[in-house]
């Protein structure tokens, strides 16, 4: 027996803009959209049903935002990892994001630590780390 890691579910006060902020970082597309829930899946994946167990077990994961009521109050125990590959200017996509609104945060790393930490726009950390071919 297999499970499949489907989703990664964020709280969220403006879900919308959330899933659009997200969205537009990693070049998904955002494929439900109401007040109190958005989800985005990579481009070319489908949301459709898949047929047998191999096809599910190998598609990609989604992320949903949901709308809570409470505020980030203290430092995520699970974040993202965004990782350029080794084509891309890794200094250019940080100031990308910094541009979409991320922000530099400081979450006890050091001058040796090879990857970068951010906020997305609601305060959610996760690195951007060092480009990778794998």
Request: proline share 5%; with cysteine; charged share 30%.
């Amino acid at each position: 027996m297999a499970l499949r890691w489907y989703t990664v579910v964020v709280d969220s006060h403006d879900t919308q803009t959330q899933a659009r902020w997200w969205a537009e970082v990693l070049d998904w597309e955002v494929i439900f959209d109401t007040p109190d829930e958005a989800v985005i899946i990579p481009r070319g994946m489908s949301p459709e049903p898949t047929e047998t167990l191999d096809e599910w077990l190998k598609a990609g994961q989604g992320m949903v935002f949901v709308k809570v009521p409470e505020d980030k109050s203290v430092k995520n125990r699970l974040h993202i990892d965004l990782a350029p590959h080794t084509s891309q200017d890794r200094d250019a996509e940080i100031e990308r994001l910094v541009g979409m609104g991320a922000k530099h945060i400081d979450v006890g790393q050091t001058e040796e630590d090879t990857f970068t930490v951010l906020a997305d726009p609601e305060g959610n950390e996760f690195c951007v780390l060092s480009s990778r071919a794998l």
